[in-house]
Structures are given as C-alpha cells and as structure tokens.
C-alpha cells in the first residue's frame, strides 16, 4: 500500500465539509488502494460540531484512513498537506452581495496563505470558499514559497451543471458531454462555452439546433443555478459543490482522458486567451501527469464569447481592486 496522501480541509464542520469528507475517507477520491489522513481545520466555536463529525468517521471504520486531526490552528491542519481544501468561511446568503461576501471572507485567506507557506511545501490548493477566485488570490499572495501552478479556484461545479442542463437538453446521459469549459469568474459574468463543447463527439450545437435556447436560456440558468438552490432549499449548494471538489482534486491528480478538458481557476498570467495576468481564471485546462498542467489553447472564440470572457476578467479585476490591501508579497 502507497504512503497516505495528506488532505486538509478548512471549514471542516460546515455543510460542504461534512458532504466531503466521508467520500474522501472511503477512497472516493483517490481510488480504493489509496490511504489518506485528514487534517481539518474549524473555528473555535465549531470545534464541538467537529468532534462530532469525528466521531462518525471513526464509527464508519474505514480501512484507508490513516488518521485525522482536527484542530482551530491552521498550521496544525496544513502541516505536510499534499491538497489544502479551503471550503470555511461564510455561505452567501439570500440578499447578501458579493461585495459583502468579498469584504467578509477576504481576511480569513491572508492567514491561511501564510500558514500554507509556512508549513505545507508540497500542497496543492483549491478554494472553494466564496468568492473563491479572489480569495485564492489572496491566499497565493501570502505564499511565496508555492508556485503560482499549484493554485486552483473551483468553477467545476458550473461546468457540472452545465453538462447537466445540455445533456437533459439533448436528451442523452450526462457522460456524453465533454469539453464543457466555464471561462472566468465563479459568479453571473461567468462564460459557460457551449460553442466549443462536444455532445456524443459532436458539437453540442448542431446537436441542439435550439440556439435561442442556448444563448438566452442555457447561460443564465447554469450561471443563476446557485442562487436557485438557495431559493429552494435555503441553504447553499453542499453535496454538489463537495463533489464539484473532488472532481477537481482528481482531475488535477490524474492525466486528463483523451481529448478533454476540465476548468477551473489557474493563474492567468501569460495565458494563451489575452486574458489580463495577475487574476485567478478559469479556463480549459489538461493535466499533463497528475502535477503539471496547461491552459488547451487555439479554442475558437467568436465576438459575444470574446465579450463575455471579457467582462468576467475586468469584474475579476475589481474584486482584486476591492481586496487590495489584503494582497501579500507573492504575486
Ligand atoms: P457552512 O457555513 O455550512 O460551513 C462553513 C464552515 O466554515 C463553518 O463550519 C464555519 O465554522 C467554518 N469557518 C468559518 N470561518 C473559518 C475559518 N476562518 N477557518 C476555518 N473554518 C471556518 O458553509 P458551506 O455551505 O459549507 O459553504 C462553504 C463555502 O463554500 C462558502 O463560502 C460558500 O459560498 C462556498 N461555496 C462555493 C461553491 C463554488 O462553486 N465555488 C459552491 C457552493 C458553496
């Protein structure tokens, strides 16, 4: 049996958290030969929810897991992390703008940067928590010490519902769309590009001739579709979004498939789309080898993908404008 690769999650006791980590105990994220430990992070308070959640690991015996700390100090739970999931912070609630979920969540990623910096040399890290392009800025900035390629932002929650409203569209299983890029920013300016995705092999909109449909219908309802969850439920996203995380660790650990692609937020400097450097953007992405990745360049782009991509980078470079002086000496 291979060493246990070491997972960190903040927000640990949180919804997302607790959709997470049973999958991720079990091998639903590495595979059934992989051993894993948890280090997990919670505010003081929920440090009594935590001790619950660590109960019902330990009652659920699963063989991979090696073991769990649980812990309100950052350096505890990041320490030797190989992925740091970054999921604690406040949900956007019903009425909440994004200006005063950026201004509320923002402080909370200069210290966990740091923290990574400090005692995680080998951790790849994806932000989940909202705005998560912008708080993985500013938690890269205060990370001197981690290149800027092991740094992710998760749009693969909007590339799944995405695949989800084409495939339902088309009337086919949703594992017959692939190359489902969302360009830009984790919000309403996102560009899901259903011009360059594939149904069955060919292209989704010769296999739904509905373009009205597609241009006024489609993008709106995967952009919004956050917001209608909340409307319904009353509560964010959180087994989606847990899965949405998964199925970006595994996509950044694994050589991607074939011909396909994945999204989700890199750093865009020298981006092969124009995009500004210095934002966190998402885009088509391969793995190379399970380390190593590249933006899927030469995608064709007519004039409205070209607008939308970007508007989505110039609300991205506001909230870098918004959160300036939370930004640190890395980037
Ligand atoms: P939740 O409120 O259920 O859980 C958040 C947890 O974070 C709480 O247990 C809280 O105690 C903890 N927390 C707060 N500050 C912390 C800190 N400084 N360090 C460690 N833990 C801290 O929220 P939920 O539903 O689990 O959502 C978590 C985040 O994920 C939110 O920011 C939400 O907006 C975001 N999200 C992102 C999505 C995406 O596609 N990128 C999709 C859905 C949610």
Redesign the pocket.
């Known amino acids: 049996m291979s060493q246990p690769i070491k997972v960190a999650i903040?927000?640990a006791?949180?919804?997302?958290?607790y959709a997470m980590l049973f999958r991720i105990a079990s091998g639903g994220l590495f595979g059934p030969d992989q051993p894993v430990t948890l280090g997990l992070?919670?505010?003081t308070p929920?440090l009594g929810a935590l001790n619950g959640t660590l109960m019902e690991l330990e009652d659920c015996a699963f063989p991979l897991l090696h073991g769990v700390t649980a812990t309100d100090q950052a350096e505890e739970a990041f320490a030797d992390a190989d992925w740091v999931i970054l999921?604690?912070?406040?949900?956007?609630k019903e009425g909440m703008s994004r200006a005063d979920l950026i201004r509320a969540?923002g402080p909370?990623f200069t210290g966990q940067g740091q923290a990574i910096n400090a005692v995680a040399p080998r951790a790849r890290v994806l932000v989940?928590?909202?705005p998560?392009n912008t708080n993985c800025l500013i938690a890269r900035s205060h990370a001197p010490n981690l290149p800027a390629d092991r740094w992710f932002a998760?749009t693969r929650?909007d590339e799944n519902r995405a695949k989800a409203q084409l495939a339902a569209k088309a009337g086919v299983n949703v594992g017959e769309v692939s190359r489902m890029t969302i360009w830009g920013n984790?919000s309403d300016t996102q560009y899901p590009d259903y011009k360059n995705a594939l149904i069955s092999g060919r292209p989704a909109t010769e296999v739904i001739p509905d373009h009205s449909w597609l241009a006024e219908t489609f993008i709106p309802t995967v952009a919004k579709r956050?917001g209608a969850v909340i409307k319904a439920r009353g509560a964010?996203?959180?087994a989606s979004?847990a899965n949405?995380a998964l199925d970006s660790v595994r996509s950044a650990s694994f050589p991607t498939k074939g011909e396909d692609w994945h999204s989700v937020a890199v750093v865009s400097d020298g981006n092969p789309y124009g995009v500004p450097g210095g934002l966190m953007y998402s885009f088509p992405i391969r793995s190379i080898d399970g380390q190593a990745w590249s933006i899927v360049p030469d995608l064709p782009l007519d004039g409205d993908a070209r607008s939308r991509i970007d508007a989505s980078a110039r609300e991205l470079e506001q909230e870098r404008e918004a959160v300036k002086d939370l930004l640190g000496p890395a980037l």
């Open positions: 903040t927000g006791a949180g919804q997302i958290g992070l919670e505010i929920a999921v604690g912070g406040l949900p956007r969540n909370i989940v928590a909202n998560c998760m929650l984790h956050g964010s996203s959180a979004a949405a």
